[in-house]
């Protein structure tokens, strides 16, 4: 997993690359809780470039996203492939998440107060 960051209208966006599981997982968490802690307002985690995401994976976003909401912090993913989607789906985070298909929707969405 390769995760590379990059900032546009005052949203900082993971891009993130490769599978995300168990061995990665921990790394992942670790980029995390650093922007958790450093009270990011508004993240964006592009998911284009990822094409499986485990438990541990998802554990890992849940962590992030009950700290951002400490400071009411903004999450948003987006460009899921449809077999991380149904990862999302099957534990009905859909619900919990904002998701959207284009990191253009979500940058629009996070920039709305």
Do not use: N, W
Request: with cysteine.
């Amino acid at each position: 997993m390769e995760i590379s960051e990059k900032s546009e209208r005052d949203v900082v966006i993971l891009v993130i690359k490769g599978e995300i599981d168990l061995h990665v997982s921990p790394s992942l968490r670790t980029t995390l809780k650093a922007k958790a802690q450093a009270k990011t307002p508004r993240l964006l985690l592009d998911f284009a470039g990822v094409g499986y995401i485990d438990s541990s994976g998802l554990a890992t976003l849940i962590e992030y996203y009950q700290s951002a909401r400490a400071y009411q912090g903004k999450l948003a993913l987006c460009a899921l492939s449809s077999s991380v989607r149904s990862s999302f789906d099957l534990v009905r985070l859909t619900e919990v998440f904002s998701i959207f298909p284009t990191e253009a929707e979500a940058l629009l969405a996070l920039a709305t107060p």
